[in-house]
């Protein structure tokens, strides 16, 4: 089945510096999507991308759908403590799929 | 707007009590529901989805089971808590197969 390789894993960065964070597959997505979750909580999307080259923007968060559909990053600018997480990608192929596929997450840390 | 609500938000079983996890979805109509596990190690696992009442489609073998009632009502099940049905679970819905899912925020379940 398809699989998605998230890097990194882990991350400790001081408040105010940017994060990057990227997800590749061996196969295509139709749709890639970003979500963050809160320790006890669900995930909560963040960005969804629908189309190859697509570059998106929610505030200080940007994500690009990459031209072979094989892979999207995300990137925080000028990160603050509540930025703290885990921080999901997921490819989608739509149409008679219905399911995602997820990276295993990065765990982001924000020293104040 | 849409909401999705999961109750109980945790719960403490003992082994081989029986199990219901109820999820309902708000402000729309047929959606497609899914039930996921995540373990401590942070993946989502696909457990069940549904496209319509009375439609289930399991991912996995297991101990645990699906239903849906009614359009908005997916329900996880279990008749024997096993030690290893610990974890996360979420509920998710989607509006139709090529929008993204929005989650729940989870019953933590605990196998004693």
């Known amino acids: 089945g398809q699989q998605l390789n998230q890097s990194p894993q882990s991350m400790f960065i001081q408040e105010g510096e940017d994060v990057s964070m990227n997800c590749t597959s061996s196969s295509i997505f139709n749709t890639w999507l970003w979500y963050k979750q809160d320790p006890g909580e669900g995930p909560v999307l963040l960005i969804a991308?629908?189309?190859?080259?697509e570059l998106t923007s929610n505030g200080r968060l940007t994500a690009q759908f990459g031209i072979t559909r094989k892979d999207s990053f995300l990137n925080i600018s000028a990160s603050i403590p509540s930025d703290v997480g885990i921080y999901f990608c997921a490819g989608q192929l739509g149409g008679s799929n219905y399911k995602l596929t997820f990276g295993k997450g990065t765990l982001l840390t924000v020293n104040p | 707007s849409q909401t999705i609500h999961q109750w109980p938000a945790t719960l403490v079983q003992p082994v081989g009590s029986p199990l219901s996890l109820e999820c309902t979805v708000e402000?729309?109509?047929?959606?497609?529901l899914y039930w996921y596990r995540q373990a401590a190690g942070r993946g989502l696992q696909l457990l069940f989805y549904?496209?319509?009442?009375?439609?289930i489609s399991s991912e996995v073998p297991q101990n645990l089971s699906a239903s849906r009632p009614q359009d908005r009502q997916f329900i996880l099940s279990s008749k024997k808590l096993l030690l290893s049905d610990s974890g996360f679970y979420l509920c998710?819905?989607?509006?139709?197969?090529?929008?993204?899912?929005?989650f729940g925020d989870g019953t933590r379940l605990s196998i004693l």
């Open positions: 991308l629908y189309k190859a080259g």
């Open positions: 998710a819905w989607q509006g139709n197969r090529d929008q993204p899912q929005h």
């Open positions: 402000g729309t109509s047929n959606p497609n």
């Open positions: 549904s496209v319509g009442i009375g439609q």
